[in-house]
């Protein structure tokens, strides 16, 4: 007997639902499944762009054309996902179908205003935030917020905005994920949006470490203090959202700030919070496992850990400090960690030491 | 546990479970992590970060080249650590996650052990013959050490060096013609690593049967003979290339077969599918794409759409079929 099944039963016993064991259905499925199915939604659509482009040639070249097609095109994949949503093929189509207006949309924006300016990046922003809130489909509501939110963080980069975009990113995030039990009945839309955001706020932080060398293409005048600063601010924000949310996991199991455990907890949340200030995008790495964790959430827990490995392999190259700095700073931190590792044995020891895969 | 969490939010979003059952519901499946799994938790991550950080800095350290410090005292250093670790894991009770960190912690060291041996004698040893040599060294630590991802991290040097082996000795001009020959060579030595990892985890060791560490082997070589088959199908007029189009259908069919039917795992199957795709989508491309014929995009994307949305169909069936 399969374990959902026993679940089932378990619950059908307390009068909590009733009839037979529901099937699998589109919320259930493995996100690698999705994943190749997201690749291939999106090859398709790339296929289905260029037959656009060698057949109705004109509409790309004309902003209106491409803008009513554009807009025509989602509509009509709106009503795809919303009538044949429920079979493979209908999703599947209504994907490359939204994708393919997306483009031509996109194209038409970048070609009404400068694709460089702050009205283009906004729109955008606008045009995927609704996308998401209508598109009936997981996938498409994943890609969509995660673009939504880039599209957001450059418009807040033209506007001489830096730095923020993480925090509004991490802070989306972690409400999210938070609640994400107590949102289950509007799962449907959150659950990917939390996603997306992830994957946003992952690139945001990638795009702070480069900045040096982006703004090198871009810059027109002097960087601003908050250009200069933006790695700074990101990570501040970051490091606030990141106490919060320890805090609220404190809430969830009733644990007192200033009891040992609830101390223990804040001092530590804190120490690696400032180790971030120096190893950027730690803090970012941690606050996914943790919410990962807290969640029973592997996919979320994976990303976290492939992050936190990403950033570290990056600190290497980071050029602001010497590499004796660097080794001090991790070779420190690793101590201090195997500290507290040594104090956990002593003082909250595990009961079951066998079970290392647990 | 994680199984779990989909289930129940799929019964409440198609309305089976009622959302104010929801804290019975996750009470029932342990959804929530208990104070003993927080603890397991808080465990492991202070050891593992602690373990890894520390071992980086060292590596960090010497990469840093510092010439204030003597030879002897960097190798004193050094060898002080690494014999220090092996001392702990020997009093500690093998096969537990502390041994398991300091044989990790000891395998990284033993890298910049090398490398600092490198560094000071001037030796001129390629950088190929560095990670070979590491690989070598740790190897008896990585048998007895019983953990997967150790094993992942050997397996890792070894790609490193094959890698930088044939950089080497292809030279400036060899490294252009020669990316091939290194997918080859990669694409052998993945496959074997994960024929034998696989045939050993189904003949009953249990602890190489965790799936996410052999995951990343299957990955490693579906992508590198996928690559190596679209490559060819791109350059079919070369002959020397047919061999990646024969090799391919064998490996999705010996793929199909394990992964369906003897060891089930659909990350695998989703993988395949979507390789199929990529593939037959450069087939039809390279056939159909001569001219500029806008019909010819409209079929291929009609195929995509339709190849994706049947295997979408295929894979959840067998998810289906498992949970069932």
């Known amino acids: ?358 | 546990m994680s199984e779990h969490r989909t289930v129940i939010l799929d019964w409440i979003a198609q309305g089976r479970l009622q959302a104010n059952a929801l804290p019975t519901a996750l009470r029932l499946a342990g959804l929530i992590p208990s104070r003993t799994d927080w603890l397991n938790f808080f465990h492991r991550l202070t050891l593992w970060l602690g373990a890894i950080f520390f071992a980086i800095g060292v590596i960090f350290f010497f990469a840093y080249n510092w010439q204030a410090m003597g030879r002897y005292a960097k190798f004193g250093l050094v060898e002080i650590l690494i014999i220090a670790s092996l001392v702990i894991c020997w009093r500690l009770d093998f096969k537990s996650v502390a041994t398991q960190a300091l044989l990790l912690f000891a395998s990284l060291l033993i890298g910049a052990l090398f490398a600092l041996v490198g560094q000071t004698y001037q030796t001129g040893a390629d950088t190929y013959e560095l990670f070979t040599v590491w690989s070598m060294a740790i190897l008896p630590w990585v048998v007895v050490s019983y953990f997967a991802p150790l094993w992942l991290f050997w397996l890792g040097l070894i790609n490193m060096a094959a890698l930088l082996y044939y950089q080497t000795f292809g030279g400036w001009f060899g490294w252009l013609f020669n990316t091939e020959q290194i997918l080859w060579a990669l694409f052998i030595l993945n496959t074997a690593a994960l024929c034998i990892w696989e045939t050993v985890a189904y003949l009953g060791v249990t602890w190489l049967r965790e799936r996410w560490s052999v995951r990343i082997l299957a990955v490693a070589s579906g992508s590198l003979i996928t690559i190596l088959a679209t490559w060819a199908i791109l350059d079919f007029d070369e002959n020397d290339k047919i061999t990646a189009l024969l090799i391919y259908p064998v490996w999705m069919v010996v793929a199909y077969i394990v992964y369906r039917h003897v060891t089930k795992d659909v990350f695998v199957l989703a993988g395949g599918v979507l390789s199929a795709i990529i593939t037959i989508t450069v087939g039809l491309s390279k056939l159909m794409l001569e001219h500029d014929d806008g019909g010819a995009f409209l079929f291929i994307a009609i195929v995509i759409i339709g190849l994706s949305a049947a295997g979408g169909f295929w894979l959840k069936s067998v998810v289906n079929e498992e949970r069932a």
């Open chain 1, 1 to 358: 007997m399969s374990t959902s099944q026993q679940l089932w039963q378990q619950l059908e016993q307390q009068g909590l639902v009733t009839g037979e064991l529901p099937p699998v259905s589109e919320v259930a499925t493995p996100w690698y499944v999705r994943v190749m199915l997201g690749v291939a939604g999106w090859i398709g659509a790339l296929f289905l762009l260029f037959f656009v482009g060698v057949i109705f040639e004109a509409v790309l070249h004309s902003v209106a054309a491409a803008l009513f097609v554009g807009t025509i095109v989602c509509v009509a994949a709106f009503f795809i996902f919303r009538y044949l949503g429920n079979t493979d093929f209908g999703a599947q189509f209504g994907l490359a179908i939204s994708m393919t207006g997306q483009g031509l949309f996109i194209s038409g924006l970048f070609e009404a205003f400068d694709s460089d300016t702050v009205l283009a990046s906004f729109s955008i922003f606008v045009f995927q935030a609704l996308l998401t809130l209508v598109m009936p489909n997981f996938i498409h509501r994943v890609l969509t917020s995660a673009v939504a939110m880039l599209a957001l963080t450059f418009a807040l980069m033209r506007l001489d905005i830096y730095g923020f975009a993480s925090g509004i990113a991490a802070v989306g995030f972690a409400i999210i994920w938070l609640n994400e039990l107590y949102w289950a009945e509007h799962g449907k839309l959150w659950r990917p949006v939390g996603y997306g955001l992830v994957l946003a706020l992952l690139q945001i932080e990638t795009l702070n470490f480069f900045g040096l060398e982006l703004r090198e293409l871009w810059l027109r005048h002097e960087p601003s203090w908050l250009m200069l600063h933006a790695p700074l601010i990101g990570t501040a924000l970051v490091a606030l959202i990141w106490l919060w949310v320890v805090k609220r996991l404190l809430d969830r199991d009733n644990i007192q700030l200033h009891s040992r455990t609830g101390m223990i907890a804040i001092g530590a949340a804190l120490l690696l919070g400032i180790l971030s200030f120096v190893a950027h995008g730690m803090v970012t790495a941690l606050l996914i496992l943790l919410l990962g964790f807290a969640s029973g959430n592997r996919v979320l827990m994976g990303l976290g850990l492939l992050a936190l490995g990403g950033f570290l392999s990056y600190y290497y190259y980071q050029l602001q400090h010497t590499l004796l700095f660097k080794s001090l700073v991790l070779a420190l931190s690793g101590a201090v960690l195997l500290g507290i590792w040594l104090a956990l044995q002593k003082y909250f020891p595990l009961a079951n030491k066998e079970n290392p895969h647990a």
